[in-house]
T-cell receptor, first 114, second 115 residues
Framework: KAGVTQTPRYLIKTRGQQVTLSCSPI?????VSWYQQTPGQGLQFLFE???????NKGNFPGRFSGRQFSNSRSEMNVSTLELGDSALYLCASSLFGTVNNEQFFGPGTRLTVL | AQSVAQPEDQVNVAEGNPLTVKCTYS??????LFWYVQYPNRGLQFLLK??????LVKGSYGFEAEFNKSQTSFHLKKPSALVSDSALYFC?????????????FGTGTRLTIIP
């Protein structure tokens, strides 16, 4: 079974631009979560989607948004990029409907904002 | 609210020696605990998890972790360290209740195995 895939793997943008990252979960997984990883803040939860609905949200500004499609694929968007948005963005997928489901992570998208 | 503390940013161990990476947690209700490992420029790889049952959990690559409810700890251990174990290790927790998918991670511990 293929793992979680994220595209693109690397991205360079300039301040003020916007960016869209994509995540394809493991086949059959219906929940997708996004995390931001930076050296200073560590791993921080962004949001989680299930059945095209955002179920949980972390403490990030409204510039960070996401969505999930009917095939469970998910995208996250960051508008008006700031230097501090430079990070590794990780996507994780899990089954849903059981209390003990675990998350499987993709390789991440490395975003650099210049 | 849930939280995880990894008190050591860096742990150095000689190859062949036992290793321990520490983790303590705070969560409302029963915890669901994880250890993940991250190699350079890679995502997180799952090592092991604890839900219920035996307090000693065995995982991938010879790692194990001991759940201690009274001390709210979930330390990662390995009897004999390998150079290839050098990586960044994250402990994570979430409450064991339906509908909560949010994982809270510790700040990570960089493990270096010295040949």
């Amino acid at each position: 079974k293929a793992g979680v895939t994220q595209t693109p793997r690397y991205l360079i943008k300039t301040r003020g631009q916007q960016v869209t990252l994509s995540c394809s979960p493991i086949s059959g997984h219906r929940s997708v979560s996004w995390y931001q990883q930076t050296p200073g803040q560590g791993l921080q939860f962004l949001f989680e989607y299930f059945s095209e609905t955002q179920r949980n949200k972390g403490n990030f500004p409204g510039r960070f948004s996401g969505r999930q499609f009917s095939n469970s694929r998910s995208e996250m968007n960051v508008s008006t990029l700031e230097l501090g948005d430079s990070a590794l963005y990780l996507c994780a997928s899990s089954l849903f409907g059981t209390v003990n489901n675990e998350q499987f992570f993709g390789p991440g998208t490395r975003l650099t904002v210049l | 609210a849930q939280s995880v503390a990894q008190p050591e940013d860096q742990v150095n161990v000689a190859e062949g020696n036992p290793l321990t990476v520490k983790c303590t947690y705070s969560v409302s209700g029963n915890p669901y605990l994880f250890w993940y490992v991250q190699y350079p420029n890679r995502g997180l790889q799952f090592l092991l998890k604890y839900i219920t049952g035996d307090n000693l959990v065995k995982g991938s690559y010879g790692f194990e972790a001991e759940f201690n409810k009274s001390q709210t700890s979930f330390h990662l251990k390995k009897p004999s360290a390998l150079v290839s174990d050098s990586a960044l290790y994250f402990c994570a927790v979430r409450a064991l209740n339906f509908g909560n998918e949010k994982l809270t991670f510790g700040t990570g511990t960089r493990l270096t195995i010295i040949p």
